[in-house]
């Protein structure tokens, strides 16, 4: 069974402050690491591995030549292989784009029997790279799912269902995109992570590599500025503790801060 | 000169941090309260290769040299010197031992469990009147056959009660002194004859265990003689000073996490209508710790690299340990000051780090005995050999 | 100038000398391990007068001058550091304002109590948000009809949980002011009690009043005489927590200089060795300065002079000499000194507190600061 595990790379929103006031984002530590989501997909993929004896995982990631280090620790968690999908003709990339790109490598690998991605990136959250991907291969697809297995060439997922779950099954070959706190990552281990650096390669493939002209990658979307929402003003509450407490709660699940009705749906 | 760590450092370092922070921090006044080793830490630092970072990865290590093992000092040191310690122990000084001396059997056979964490080990030298006076050492071996039989008694074992496998000092010709009188055996601890007396009672790093371990007739074949025999001295000096620089590493980390608390907690805190953090009395004390703290960190990884490298670091390494023990005290010390009755409270954890950090300034050599080493390193070129 | 101990000055020391070796000291180790206050220790020691100590002799008490008490408060400080705050803070803190500042119908009803062992005094001063910030407190104090009405919290109140008598300072109309608070008052509560790093045998707690009914009769001083009182009370104590030092560090130099003759190392006594000789020679020095600093502002204080800079000072140098005295002594235990079974290792976390309580030493540093400027014209601020 051959796994292939598209990975982003995103800017560490811990060193991040966003100043809603100053409309600006000051970026305190520049470090880039895994997606929280392509992470779990890692671990998901790299469980299914472990369950049995034939199985490949091969992590790719489309960005620029820092995104090699996010590559190197898929490694490291356990991956067999890792593809760089670099090139200056993929600097413009929006979700066509990379959808085109990560379809080309997943060819040029010889297809594979399952696709797993996060449910959404950290950074822009579309949640598309997933869908996208199954609808460029013909490949089925289930999104947000909790728990996965593989058996006799069907993948049988559980994934959220309005309030309760549903078991989906599809035959392979398929996309799945997972929950990321069904799957907290394991810690890669220290020998595989000095093997990451010194004894395995990452390759880098561009145009020429998957067979891609540079004039068909033209952006749909371009990106022309950024805008803040306006700055939070407080808010007080004042009167007899129970209805302040009541207040409090309704204000901070309109905000979206909590949610009340029980579940981590979307958070 | 290129002060950058290499990739897989910088990774390995965000990795060892996550695992401090998530796994290792929460335990840290647990341990302390409880007064028990973190065995559940141990166990999963070992299924991460943590057990083993200096050795090479035939031995089972993750091949991380002295500088990977300085970075997991480091890291521990900002969440438990307890665990710092019980790491420390065993990879530091105890396996450190076999790695360094042992012939290529020996090291299959102990220093590959070692390295994977499936064993641990620990370090057997200090006697009731021998600590830093090693020459004074009253354990004894005596030849019987193919076996050595080990008699003595040997107090302030770091992990001695749950290791597997130590190494001991024992002085097999009396005559002979320090220097050919003193061999190092490698003891299997379900050895008959080997037992543990007290554990003590102490002020601080109460989550790694400090044991008497009692040899009577401890039978060890003569395989296990670790290095030349006579030599016990010179192979377990060669450990100490490689133990030393990453002892100075766990102090760094230390340091580093009192200097962020204590900025942290002097922006909350409010007295006379402001900050703390707005008073040059705290002004002076972090910047002291800051600048302490960059001194300390190139001396660790600089001794570190002289270690990776094969060049003499025995004066550095004392330094490190030196310098490493009292620049966390001040630090930690400062820390408390800073965040004054809550720094002496037990709901925090400032008074714990305080009363952890005490020990650095005494084991593995008191910091008078480094001073003395030190010293003794700086008038060897002259012909002049210093009387302890 | 005389540095002579008087007759009644070296009876007083000999005494509290006996008492605090036969009894105190035998019991240090348990206090801080089970960090329980030693209270049959402390009920003992009513019959010596450590609890009347301030007061005078016409009323029963012992009658000591400033020196004396400093002397007394040494002396359990050698023997127990837990024990010598106890009583430092029920004699200093509450008994002293008490005398200075009581009318005859608040000695009447307390000063008896507070002498012989009916009654220990605690004094709640520090809030959450004013610590070293005296001026910074919310606890206020309601004037209603014939009496007040308090409301606030107290934190880090020393002898909390085994006091009779709290000395209580709230915001009240004119002011800051001082008051007379009993235990079993209805709306005061003794909470939390800190875990601590040293001291574990002083009972440390948080001090909840609400509306607690207080009689105008229990008021100490007027309206908005409170942080003078304060203050006042403060010197004294400060100057007490300096005696402590100077007993903490004494007993620090002792166990070392025991431990350095027994501990054999390289086949001498380590006594023999420069750098541990050296390390008990700066002990000995500053345990001397300390001790002439604490006779100069205990002389101060006896012949009515204003001594509260050198309190100040005295507290910023003792418990600095406390600190650094117990470090060095633990340094010349090696492991040993690490270990629960040897003394130095609960005298170096008890005197960190030294620096911290009663006026971080920061504090200290403002004040003496503050009145060396004044002397010039200079008016400086925290």
Known sequence: MRMVIPIKQILDPAGITVRRDKERIFINREEYIIDPGSKAALEAALRLKEERDQAETIAISLGPARTDDALREALAMGCDAAYLLSDPAFEEADLSVATLILAAAVRKLGGADLILVGRQSGDTGAGQIGPRLAEALGYAQVTDVYALAVENGAARTTRRWGK??????????????????????????????????????????????????PSSLTPLLTFRGESFPPPLEPERFRGNPTTVAQEVITALTLHKLINPGGGSHGL | MD??????????????????????????????????????TIRKAAKLGLMGVPFPQKYGGMGGGEIGYCILMEELGRVCTSTTTVIGAHTGIGAMAIYLDGTEEQKQKYLVPLAQGTAIGAFGLTEAQAGSDAAAIKTTAVRDGNHYVLNGTKIFITNGDIADIITIMAVTDPSLGAYGGITAFIVETDTPGFSIGSLENKMGIRGSSTAECVLQDVRVPKENVLGQFGAGFLTFMKALDVGRASLGAGCLGGAEAALEASIQWARAREQFGVPIATKQAVHFMIADMAAEIEALRALVYRTAWLIDTGQPHILEASACKLFGSEVAHRCINRALQIHGALGYSRDYWIELGWRDQRITEIYEGTNEIQRIVIAANLFRPYGMRIPT | MDFRLSEDQLMFKKMFADFCTNEVRPRGEQIDQTEQPPVDLLQKAVDQGFWAALVPEEMDGAGLDTYTYMLMLEELARADLSTALILSVHNSLVVKPLLDHGTDDQKDRYLEALAFGQMLGAFALTEPAAGSDGGALQTTAMPDGEDYLLKGTKIWVSNGELAGLFLVFA??????????????????????????????????????????????????????????????????????????????????????VKFSIEHIQFG?????????????????????????????????????????????????????????????????????????????????RDCRALEIIEGTSQIQQFLIARDVYQAEGLKIRP
């Open chain 3, 171 to 256: 915001r009240a109309p004119e002011g800051i002011t001082a008051f007379l608070v009993e235990r079993d008052t209805p709306g005061l509560k003794v909470g939390y009690r800190e875990k601590t790093l040293g001291l574990r045998g002083v009972p440390c707690n948080t001090l909840y009043f609400d509306l607690a009914r207080v009689p105008q009769a229990n008021r100490l001083g007027r309206e908005g005489h409170g942080l003078k009182i304060a203050q006042q009370a403060l010197d004294l104590s400060r100057l007490g927590i300096a005696a402590i030092a100077l007993g903490g560090s004494e007993r620090a130099l002792e166990e070392a």
């Open chain 3, 268 to 348: 001498t006594p380590i006594a023999q060795k420069q750098a541990i000789y050296d390390y008990i020679a700066d002990a000995k020095a500053q345990i001397e300065a300390l001790r002439c600093l604490i006779t100069y502002a205990a002389w101060l204080a006896d012949s009515q002079q204003n001594f509260g800079q050198y309190a100040s000072i005295a507290k910023l140098f003792g418990s600095r000499t406390a600190y650094q005295v117990t470090h060095k002594m633990l340094q010349v235990h090696g492991g040993y000194g690490y270990m629960k079974e040897y003394a130095i290792e609960r005298y170096y």
């Open chain 2, 3 to 40: 002060f950058s760590f290499p990739k897989e450092y910088q990774l390995f370092r965000r990795m060892v941090r996550e695992f401090c922070e998530s796994e290792v921090k929460p335990l840290a006044k647990v341990i302390d309260r409880e007064h028990r080793v973190p065995h559940e």
């Open chain 1, 164 to 213: 309760g779950y549903a078991t989906v099954q599809v035959q392979l070959p398929a996309v799945v995109t997972v929950a990321p706190e069904a799957f907290p990552p394991r810690y890669p281990h220290g020998a595989r992570i000095m093997n990451a650096y010194r004894e395995w390669n990452v390759p880098v493939w561009g145009c020429a590599d998957l067979n891609l002209e």
